[in-house]
Nanobody, 116 residues
Framework: QVQLVESGGGLVQPGGSLRLSCAASGSIFSINIMGWYRQTPGKQRELVATITNGGLTKYADSVKGRFTISRDNAKNTVYLQMNSLKPEDTAVYYC??????????WGQGTQVTVSS
């Protein structure tokens, strides 16, 4: 069984910053891609950013230049540094981890609210 524990969400004013973390544990073999997705009510879940075990990154156009994804392979942890946050960034953010099988696992989600 695989557990993904997310943390770091919350309420922040426009222009502010938050850092999300997601730690993977349990029976997970050889993590490959780690990433973050987000979802708002009535919309499909969308990719925010991903990072491979080699450090290659991919970002949604809407967050390029504002968000930075990173990972600590020794800790099986992925981070999302979010700067210059906008109200439209408000969503539930989900961590996703894919192993080499490949099998994907989702976190439980963490709420990010950007509002004054």
């Amino acid at each position: 069984q695989v557990q993904l524990v997310e943390s770091g969400g919350g309420l922040v004013q426009p222009g502010g910053s938050l850092r999300l973390s997601c730690a993977a544990s349990g029976s997970i073999f050889s993590i490959n891609i780690m990433g973050w997705y987000r979802q708002t009510p009535g919309k499909q879940r969308e990719l925010v950013a991903t990072i491979t075990n080699g450090g290659l990154t991919k970002y949604a156009d809407s967050v390029k230049g504002r968000f930075t994804i990173s990972r600590d392979n020794a800790k099986n942890t992925v981070y999302l540094q979010m700067n210059s946050l906008k109200p439209e960034d408000t969503a539930v953010y989900y961590c996703r981890v894919t192993d080499s099988a490949p099998i994907g696992f989702w976190g439980q989600g963490t709420q990010v609210t950007v509002s004054s």
